[in-house]
C-alpha cells in the first residue's frame, strides 16, 4: 500500500505536468484522472487558483482515491457529451470512463471534486448505474456518495 499523497499547489499549465511527474509510481489512470481534475480547475475556476491534490487508497482498498480540493464551491464540474469538433470538453468524459465512480463534495468555501480509480483501471463494467453520475447534471449535494 503506498503512501497518501498531498501537493498544494497553484493551478497553472505548468502544474499538469508537474503532478503527472510527483504521481509517477502511480498508473496511468491515476495520473491522468489527477491531472484532468487539475486542469478543469484551470479552466473554469481560473489560472492561478490554489488546490490541493490528496491520492489516497479508497475506502475498499481495491482502488485509488483521488481529490483535488479547490476554493471555490460553486463551479462544479459538467459531465459533457462533446461532439468531435470540439477541442475541449472530454475532461470530465475521460474521468468518468476512467473512474469505478467519481462526485463533488461541497463544503463553505470550497469544494473536492473525486473519482476512484480501481486496481485495474477504470473497468466500467464494475460500476453500477446509479454510481455513475448522470450525463447533464451538476453536483450540488454535499458528500455525494455511491
Given at each position: 500500500?503506498?503512501?497518501?499523497?498531498?501537493?498544494?499547489?497553484?493551478?497553472?499549465?505548468?502544474?499538469?505536468?508537474?503532478?503527472?511527474?510527483?504521481?509517477?509510481?502511480?498508473?496511468?489512470?491515476?495520473?491522468?484522472?489527477?491531472?484532468?481534475?487539475?486542469?478543469?480547475?484551470?479552466?473554469?475556476?481560473?489560472?492561478?487558483?490554489?488546490?490541493?491534490?490528496?491520492?489516497?487508497?479508497?475506502?475498499?482498498?481495491?482502488?485509488?482515491?483521488?481529490?483535488?480540493?479547490?476554493?471555490?464551491?460553486?463551479?462544479?464540474?459538467?459531465?459533457?457529451?462533446?461532439?468531435?469538433?470540439?477541442?475541449?470538453?472530454?475532461?470530465?468524459?475521460?474521468?468518468?470512463?476512467?473512474?469505478?465512480?467519481?462526485?463533488?463534495?461541497?463544503?463553505?468555501?470550497?469544494?473536492?471534486?473525486?473519482?476512484?480509480?480501481?486496481?485495474?483501471?477504470?473497468?466500467?463494467?464494475?460500476?453500477?448505474?446509479?454510481?455513475?453520475?448522470p450525463a447533464d447534471t451538476r453536483f450540488s449535494t454535499p458528500g455525494r456518495q455511491a
Amino acid at each position: 500500500m503506498r503512501a497518501p499523497f498531498e501537493l498544494k499547489l497553484l493551478a497553472t499549465p505548468g502544474a499538469a505536468p508537474e503532478l503527472r511527474h510527483r504521481l509517477r509510481e502511480h498508473d496511468h489512470d491515476v495520473r491522468l484522472c489527477a491531472t484532468e481534475l487539475l486542469t478543469n480547475v484551470i479552466d473554469h475556476v481560473g489560472e492561478g487558483t490554489p488546490v490541493t491534490v490528496r491520492v489516497v487508497a479508497g475506502a475498499d482498498r481495491d482502488c485509488t482515491r483521488i481529490e483535488v480540493t479547490d476554493p471555490d464551491p460553486r463551479a462544479v464540474p459538467v459531465l459533457l457529451a462533446a461532439p468531435e469538433t470540439w477541442e475541449c470538453g472530454r475532461g470530465m468524459a475521460l474521468v468518468d470512463a476512467l473512474a469505478e465512480r467519481w462526485g463533488v463534495d461541497q463544503e463553505p468555501g470550497r469544494k473536492t471534486v473525486w473519482c476512484e480509480v480501481g486496481s485495474n483501471g477504470g473497468s466500467p463494467g464494475a460500476r453500477s448505474l446509479h454510481e455513475r453520475p448522470p450525463a447533464d447534471t451538476r453536483f450540488s449535494t454535499p458528500g455525494r456518495q455511491a
